[in-house]
């Protein structure tokens, strides 16, 4: 079993910067690629970012390319989202997600686990 417990979100002017926090519980983190995901109301959600078990392996989602950057610390359990140059339309839920198969981290469907969330919100 794996808890996440996202942390970070807020309020932040367009053009500015925040830092999502995932804290895992459970020692088998490091076995596990993360992901990022978002939703808004009516939506499905959407794929953000994922990084591989070693963090060897990242890919992102074509709508925050250049802007956020996802890394992990496993010796914390944590994975982070940095987000930089927000946008209005990055305003979301955001969830963190973890999975044994790095390839399947985008889609939000069958993932082993997910956090409860964290809302950003980017006023314009």
């Known amino acids: 079993q794996v808890q996440l417990v996202e942390s970070g979100g807020g309020l932040v002017q367009a053009g500015g910067s925040l830092r999502l926090s995932c804290a895992a519980s459970?020692?088998?983190?490091?076995?596990?690629?993360m992901g990022w995901f978002r939703q808004v109301p009516g939506k499905v959600r959407e794929f953000v970012a994922r990084?591989?078990?070693?963090?060897?392996?990242?890919g992102y989602g074509d709508g925050v390319k250049g802007r956020f950057t996802i890394s992990r610390d496993n010796a914390k359990n944590t994975v982070y989202l940095q987000m930089n140059n927000l946008k209005f339309e990055d305003t979301a839920v955001y969830y963190c997600?973890?999975?044994?198969?790095?390839?399947?981290?985008?889609?939000?469907?069958?993932?082993?686990?997910w956090g409860q969330g964290t809302q950003v919100t980017v006023s314009s």
């Open positions: 459970g020692r088998t983190f490091a076995s596990y690629a």
């Open positions: 997600a973890a999975d044994r198969d790095f390839a399947a981290m985008v889609n939000a469907r069958n993932l082993d686990y």
């Open positions: 990084i591989g078990a070693s963090g060897t392996v990242i």
